[in-house]
């Protein structure tokens, strides 16, 4: 995955709650291959559906950074909304909480989830005139246009992937040894465990 | 003396094989399904050429994709024919036991694993699914994953994972007749909200719970991922141990399997943190008037007024709900027409749900199309061994071959736009039944009154 470090963009707001992962692709797009383009199934119905959904707006395929609200990405954990969301070119997602599956696949395909609560929420949809905001990743802080700050909180671990690019099965295959020593034991501790 | 555990931590502590200094843990995992849709996480173990770890502790099921009829003539759709034909060219090349499209024990794969007694106390399960949830109706740790963590497990046969927090959620006293598991999901999904049990793993417990079947367990640990939970559970008791007992893949040494799993209940003074309880009491017939599972309301009730809501937000997602619904402040739900019905899914496809809506509807005509669907073919051949599906064709509904169907439609199955659907499924999301489709969730007894009358109805007024 691509690494994140220090990312400047332009924001897309959506402020609804509640925007679930059906809203950002629907179903009948998942049994496309990635090479169909994602981007193109991003929020496909609410674009149809309302011409005056943000993403219709003239410009916005050119944002990076999307604002979003309350439990943004809950329902089917399906990480195909990720794929349309990355291959849309965003790089960061703000919002003050996410559906759990969501945010684990985000960090997985180096899309930066940052929770903040409803007072950053407010500053942040009420920038100044220059929608244009940078991501320090490393500082973990966002610089607005007018040079104010908001600081924002990550896991360490998704922090370093997010940072180097890192592909976890890799580091995971490092604990091989864990692994396996864990399964001897196990054979002798819960032998009903093994399918009948 | 150890320090009192919640089943949560029971499961988490037998499953983590290292634990780095910032609290994340690398967790075994016991049992892996894979369906269709987890196409994505085959291609990139295969992108990087990695072999399958366990292949003997990964099932993959076709279950999103078949069609609910004609399944002897080719499918039309190329790409819904392919997808299918991918999983199981998957499960072949990995040396994985595939249930597929005409196998007998076919069906949802969260209705497959426990009738097929490979669901068990104690175990930590994943699929590509949010309703793996399901699961833990038996005292397992079962929760969705996405394609790169299903790639991961495929290929590492654990995952790294952050212990969930824990919250009790405890339902008590009786039931009162004709109020089931979907009820009491729904009231709760209502009074928390959909995004009320985030970064938590829900332990459903009282004596309410206590009470019901594992299909009613089932019902509401399905649907823990619409409240945010993380994974919802329900200690193992004898009614787990009845249930599995006899299954094909139950555990051989079936008794010491059970000495094993009366160990897992939350110890008495185990702390969680949080607890919330519900009188059984007070729960109603519920049903849902928008487009979040959030929305249950009594049967009773009318459709809220956005302008009588404080909160500037709130009161704009309110009318955005009521708007692609079709619905005016006020109206009350009781007697709002209905166009379609759907009784199926891994919330209510099982044999008891089947014979709740039966029950409703022997001997009467349906006044709207519906579909009827079976959560697996195990339970479609029982169904059909009581004439149920009879039933079924003789009010006028249809009755499919299992699988997810008008759950998500991506087999076809679809609520026209603009068509209003009661519905046993566990979203109402815009579009989950199709584009432009209106869905009220409830329970199979309900959305059979709702198909007898035209319009949502009390079923408790049905004589
Ligand atoms: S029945 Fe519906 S919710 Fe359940 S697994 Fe199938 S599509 Fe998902």
Redesign the pocket.
């Known amino acids: 995955m691509t690494p994140f470090q220090t990312e400047t963009g332009t924001v897309l707001t959506i402020d609804r709650a509640n925007i679930d992962t059906d809203q950002i692709i629907p179903?009948r797009f998942l049994r496309k291959p990635r090479s169909a383009g994602y981007q193109n199934f991003l929020f496909h119905d609410l674009r149809a559906n309302e011409p005056a959904f943000p993403l219709n707006a003239p410009g916005a395929d050119r944002c990076t950074v999307l604002l979003a609200g309350e439990n943004f990405g809950c329902g089917?954990s399906r990480e195909g909304a990720v794929y349309a969301l990355v291959d849309a070119g965003f790089r960061c997602v703000i919002a003050p909480s996410f559906g759990d599956i969501f945010a684990s696949n985000a960090g997985k395909n180096g899309l930066l989830t940052i929770t903040r609560p409803e007072a950053d929420m407010a500053r942040l949809r009420h920038l100044p005139q220059d929608p244009t905001i940078t991501i320090d990743l490393p500082a973990q802080t966002l610089i607005l246009a007018d040079g104010t700050t908001v600081s924002f909180a990550v896991d360490a671990f998704r922090k370093r992937c997010l940072l180097e690019g890192l592909d976890d099965i890799g580091l995971t295959l490092e604990y091989s040894d864990d692994i396996a020593a864990w399964q001897d034991q196990d054979r002798l501790h819960r032998p009903w465990a093994m399918p009948g | 003396m150890q320090k009192p555990r919640t089943l949560l931590e029971k499961l988490w502590d037998s499953h983590a094989i290292v634990t780095r200094p910032d609290g994340t843990t690398l967790l075994w995992i016991d049992r892996h399904f894979v369906?269709e849709g987890s196409f994505h996480g085959f291609g990139m173990l295969d992108h990087a050429g990695r072999p399958l770890a366990r292949p003997d502790l990964t099932l993959a099921v076709a279950?999103?994709y078949v069609p609910s009829h004609a399944r002897d003539i080719p499918i039309a759709d190329p790409e819904v024919s392919g997808i299918i034909a991918t999983l199981g060219r998957n499960a072949q090349r990995h040396g994985i036991e595939l249930i597929g499209m005409d196998d007998p024990r076919q069906g949802?794969?969260?209705v497959v694993g426990p009738e097929q007694g490979l669901t068990l106390p104690g175990l930590t399960m994943v699929c590509g699914?949010?309703?793996t949830s399901?699961h833990g109706a038996f005292g397992a740790l079962a929760f969705g994953i996405g394609a790169s963590e299903v790639s991961h497990v495929l290929a590492t046969q654990s995952l790294w994972q952050r212990r969930p927090k824990t919250m009790r959620i405890a339902i008590n006293g009786i039931l009162p007749p004709e109020i089931t598991a979907k009820d009491v999901i729904l009231t709760i999904i209502g009074r928390i909200g959909a995004a009320g049990a985030v970064g938590h793993a829900i332990e459903y417990a009282g004596s309410a719970i206590g009470a019901l079947s594992m299909e009613g367990r089932m019902t509401i640990c399905?649907m823990s991922i619409e409240a945010g939970g993380r994974a919802g559970m329900v200690a193992p008791d004898d009614t787990t141990f009845q249930f599995l007992a006899g299954r094909p893949r139950a555990p051989r040494d079936f008794d010491a399997a059970v000495a094993a799993w009366r160990e897992l209940p939350s110890d008495e003074d185990a702390m969680f943190d949080r607890s919330i309880s519900l009188d059984a009491a007070d729960i109603p017939p519920t049903v849902t008037w928008g487009t979040s599972p959030e929305t249950a309301i009594s049967v009773a009730a009318r459709v809220p007024d956005p302008d009588r809501e404080s909160d500037a937000e709130r009161r704009r997602g309110m009318a955005e709900q009521l708007a692609y619904m079709g619905l005016r402040p006020g109206t009350a739900l009781d007697g709002l027409r209905v166009e379609r019905v759907f009784i199926?899914?891994?919330?209510n496809?099982r044999l008891a749900d089947l014979r709740a809506a039966a029950a409703v509807l022997r001997g009467r005509r349906a006044s709207v199309p519906g579909l009827v669907v079976a959560?697996s073919a195990a339970v479609k051949r029982a169904a059909e061994a009581e004439g149920l599906d009879r039933v079924f064709t003789d009010a006028g509904l249809a009755w499919g071959e299992a699988?997810?169907?008008m759950?998500?439609g991506?087999n076809g199955d679809l609520v026209a736009p603009g068509e209003r659907c009661a519905s046993t499924?566990?979203?109402n999301f815009p579009g989950r039944q199709g584009p432009g489709a209106r869905t009220h969730l409830m329970s199979p007894a309900m959305a059979a009154a709702a198909a007898l009358r035209g319009h949502i109805t009390d079923v408790r007024t049905l004589a």
């Open positions: 179903a089917s | 369906h279950d999103h949802i794969v969260h699914d949010s309703h399901t399905n199926g899914s891994c919330t496809g959560g699988g997810c169907s759950c998500v991506m499924s566990n979203r």
